[in-house]
């Protein structure tokens, strides 16, 4: 053979190979003859337009995890990555059941061969990097993750813990976005078994579309009702697959071999592949640009870029935008590490986070990109391409699993803190208790639905207080339960009923997660409108919903009116706020009125500055001599004007609804602050605060004294 074409056919079986992000199955080499290789229809040939498709996918994700606040809808490259995916899949595997060669042993072989190495490294990379600068709870929480990520059910793990793609402290997770790995991996194990089966009983078409129709209906329910677990779930993200495994089922494509093309004088496909290429692009254009996960359903945005990806594909190779754009060779180049870039730059601009204690500026963030680009080229050219071009598949097969394996334990290990840190000892458990002060036992019993928390303290008293709201109250709890059980004998009784995620606000619900809020508060009504009830406290982390959290960007969890179907956010001088607002006045003057007291408890000061990860010095986390102490020297304290200052609109409201209605509105910073001076640290230098808003539970107990007068006061005349 001649040297050129060798290089050839060696090009095309690497280019072959990169078939999507998460890669499908590696199409065998063309037979090494001196023909030249050519594309048939009939063949799952490589596409240069695929890879430069790839290539605009994962740009829109690293854009996004860079910089969402310039492309807010980014994420949508997923969705595409998706489509291209079951598209090169499903015609690799019916091309083989045509020809008779397709083995799911081997298909299986080479999957490992081809998604493993990478993902290896980035997994042992970050095990490292964890080990070294992470303190406990922080390296022990990515120990489950690795775990996860190395059994491929890292999207499972995501949904179940709850840790939201979109929430502001997703960038302190650096394998959230392995969750797309997860989904794809349980795609390869099931697809080839489906699309066997249904080959068989030639229904390729039907199935198909019956997969199509039940996932994406498992999408649209999970969209409206548990949107942060159904994100995750492969059941809501088959259809995106299936859309590009029912173009190639069809192959409609407008595929010619180059040098042949008729566009000088073009027919009416080549008019519907002009033409489907322009709209696709204003699809993903759109979605990209306008669909806000923060405004927009990620349901509604997938739907947009995966009809884009599907008319790109369908298109075919010689279509202008494919042709010109698509299969230039920068576009190619990226395609062809699309894979490696993905899973390496989330966990660099993660970990500058961590290591900052904050959201990184642009140029680190930036820095971030150039080197995962970097690290992507060399995993691609020294770990993937020589692995799976280079050595047998007996001896790697066996090899890759067992590294698989390796991980999954010791990322179990670390977990269960068998294998410490670098940065362990007395100082940092120290730290990460008052950190983590949260979760208490304290002698209260849960009753009421499971859906939302209720909890009760049991006093002499006949008479009780019913403690209402999110997270915000749920912190004052251990002020309580010290009134209750102090002044057994004179406390009422208390019970807490608490929804998180949801302020104690009628007619409402949540915007981005499946949250009954109009619901929670209907029941919390029931508990104070009982007999023995003459105490009845309102309280939330409020501006959170409306405006945001004060000074952090993109914080706000928006929720909308009920009966608004287009899920309008809230805006607080917007006319649906006024009359959520209306109905929460109406709501406390039908308890004033029956006699109980009422409070509103208004938001305590919040501040990046109270957060413990912005305490730490900037040194800790590089210095390779292990610290006696982190407590902090000089008591921090943070002005709490500014926040005044940014809650004041919505604080005031709260303030005329008590006014008007014969209630009392309590401040915290009363007893929490000195004046508008609050203390960020206690005298034992550690952090009083969980976050930049929560309170620890002992810094609570000790000085949330305005709760005394609720459980003690004489009852109303």
């Given at each position: 053979m001649h040297p050129n074409t060798r290089r050839?056919?060696?090009?095309?079986?690497?280019?072959?190979?990169?078939?999507?992000?998460?890669?499908?199955?590696?199409?065998?080499?063309?037979?090494?003859?001196?023909?030249?290789?050519?594309?048939?229809?009939?063949?799952?040939?490589?596409?240069?337009?695929?890879?430069?498709?790839?290539?605009?996918?994962?740009?829109?994700?690293?854009?996004?995890?860079?910089?969402?606040?310039?492309?807010?809808?980014?994420?949508?490259?997923?969705?595409?990555?998706?489509?291209?995916?079951?598209?090169?899949?499903?015609?690799?595997?019916?091309?083989?059941?045509?020809?008779?060669?397709?083995?799911?042993?081997?298909?299986?072989q080479r999957r490992v061969r081809?998604?493993?190495?990478?993902?290896?490294?980035?997994?042992?990379?970050?095990?490292?990097?964890?080990?070294?600068?992470?303190?406990?709870?922080?390296?022990?929480?990515?120990?489950?993750?690795?775990?996860?990520?190395?059994?491929?059910?890292?999207?499972?793990?995501?949904?179940?813990?709850?840790?939201?793609?979109?929430?502001?402290?997703?960038?302190?997770?650096?394998?959230?976005?392995?969750?797309?790995?997860?989904?794809?991996?349980?795609?390869?194990?099931?697809?080839?078994?489906?699309?066997?089966?249904?080959?068989?009983?030639?229904?390729?078409?039907?199935?198909?579309?019956?997969?199509?129709?039940?996932?994406?209906?498992?999408?649209?329910?999970?969209?409206?009702?548990?949107?942060?677990?159904?994100?995750?779930?492969?059941?809501?993200?088959?259809?995106e697959l299936a859309v590009g495994g029912l173009l190639a089922a069809w192959r409609p494509a407008i595929e010619r071999t180059p040098g042949k093309s008729r566009w000088s004088n073009p027919g009416w496909q080549d008019y519907a592949a002009q033409a489907?290429?322009?709209?696709?692009?204003?699809?993903?254009?759109?979605?990209?640009?306008?669909?806000d996960a923060y405004r927009i359903p990620a349901a509604i945005s997938a739907a947009l870029s995966t009809a884009g990806a599907a008319l790109l594909i369908w298109a075919g190779p010689l279509a202008p935008v494919n042709r010109q754009l698509l299969s230039a060779r920068p576009m190619r180049f990226v395609g062809q590490i699309s894979y490696p870039l993905y899973l390496w730059h989330w966990p660099l601009i993660s970990f500058a986070q961590v290591m900052l204690g904050h959201t990184p500026p642009p140029a680190v963030t930036a820095a971030a990109i150039v080197v995962a680009v970097a690290a992507a080229y060399g995993t691609n050219r020294w770990v993937e391409n020589p692995i799976r071009y280079g050595a047998p598949l007996r001896k790697t097969y066996p090899g890759l699993l067992a590294g698989l394996a390796i991980l999954a334990v010791a990322g179990a290990a670390v977990a269960a803190l068998w294998i410490p840190g670098r940065l362990s000892g007395p100082a940092f458990t120290a730290w990460e208790q008052a950190a983590d002060d949260w979760h208490y036992s304290n002698g209260s019993t849960s009753v009421g639905p499971r859906e939302f928390l209720t909890q009760e303290v049991q006093g002499v008293a006949a008479r009780k207080a019913v403690f209402i709201g999110d997270s915000h109250m749920h912190q004052y709890w251990p002020r309580v339960t010290r009134v209750v059980e102090t002044h057994s004998a004179t406390a009422r009784s208390a019970v807490l009923a608490i929804y998180y995620g949801c302020p104690p606000l009628p007619g409402i619900n949540r915007?981005?997660?499946?949250?009954?809020?109009?619901?929670?508060?209907?029941?919390?009504?029931?508990?104070?409108?009982?007999?023995?009830?003459?105490?009845?406290?309102?309280g939330a982390f409020w501006e959170k919903y409306l405006p945001g959290e004060y000074a952090v960007d993109d914080s706000a969890e928006s929720v909308y009116r009920v009966g608004d179907r287009t899920r309008t956010p809230l805006q607080l001088d917007s006319p649906a706020a006024q009359i959520v607002f209306e109905q929460f006045r109406t709501a406390v003057a039908r308890l004033t009125g029956s006699g109980r007291r009422v409070y509103i408890v208004l938001s305590n000061p919040t501040s990046p500055l109270f957060d413990p990860a912005s305490m730490l010095p900037s040194n800790l986390r590089w210095s390779l001599h292990a610290t006696e102490s982190l407590a902090l020297a000089d008591a921090r304290r943070i002005d709490?004007?500014?926040?005044?200052?940014?809650?004041?609109?919505?604080?005031?409201?709260?303030?005329?609804?008590?006014?008007?209605?014969?209630?009392?509105?309590?401040?915290?910073?009363?007893?929490?602050?000195?004046?508008?001076?609050?203390?960020?640290?206690?005298?034992?230098?550690?952090?009083?605060?969980?976050?930049?808003?929560?309170?620890?539970?002992?810094?609570?107990?000790?000085?949330?004294?305005?709760?005394?007068?609720?459980?003690?006061?004489?009852?109303?005349?």
């Open positions: 050839t056919v060696a090009a095309l079986q690497r280019d072959q190979g990169a078939e999507a992000l998460f890669p499908t199955l590696g199409v065998e080499a063309a037979p090494a003859t001196c023909k030249p290789v050519r594309a048939r229809e009939d063949s799952p040939a490589y596409r240069p337009d695929i890879d430069g498709l790839r290539a605009l996918a994962v740009g829109l994700v690293v854009a996004y995890h860079a910089f969402p606040k310039f492309l807010g809808g980014g994420f949508i490259g997923v969705d595409v990555f998706f489509v291209i995916s079951g598209y090169l899949i499903t015609r690799i595997i019916l091309a083989g059941l045509q020809s008779g060669t397709f083995s799911l042993g081997a298909f299986y081809r998604i493993v190495p990478a993902l290896l490294v980035i997994l042992a990379t970050c095990g490292l990097f964890g080990w070294f600068t992470l303190l406990p709870g922080e390296l022990q929480a990515l120990g489950k993750s690795i775990a996860w990520c190395a059994s491929f059910l890292a999207n499972m793990f995501f949904a179940r813990t709850g840790s939201a793609y979109f929430d502001q402290n997703a960038g302190s997770v650096p394998l959230l976005h392995l969750w797309s790995l997860g989904v794809e991996e349980q795609f390869y194990f099931c697809w080839p078994v489906l699309l066997l089966v249904a080959a068989r009983y030639r229904q390729t078409m039907r199935v198909l579309l019956v997969v199509i129709a039940m996932s994406l209906a498992t999408s649209i329910w999970g969209m409206w009702h548990e949107p942060v677990q159904y994100f995750y779930l492969p059941a809501s993200r088959a259809w489907a290429c322009l709209a696709a692009m204003a699809l993903i254009a759109a979605a990209a640009v306008f669909c915007v981005r997660r499946g949250r009954n809020c109009s619901g929670f508060f209907d029941y919390a009504m029931q508990l104070a409108l009982q007999p023995e009830v003459d105490t009845v406290v309102f709490a004007r500014p926040f005044e200052a940014y809650a004041e609109p919505l604080m005031s409201r709260l303030r005329s609804i008590a006014a008007q209605t014969g209630a009392t509105s309590v401040d915290p910073r009363a007893t929490l602050c000195d004046g508008v001076i609050c203390p960020a640290t206690g005298t034992d230098g550690l952090p009083l605060y969980l976050d930049s808003n929560h309170l620890r539970a002992r810094f609570a107990r000790e000085q949330a004294l305005f709760v005394d007068e609720m459980l003690l006061a004489p009852a109303a005349p």
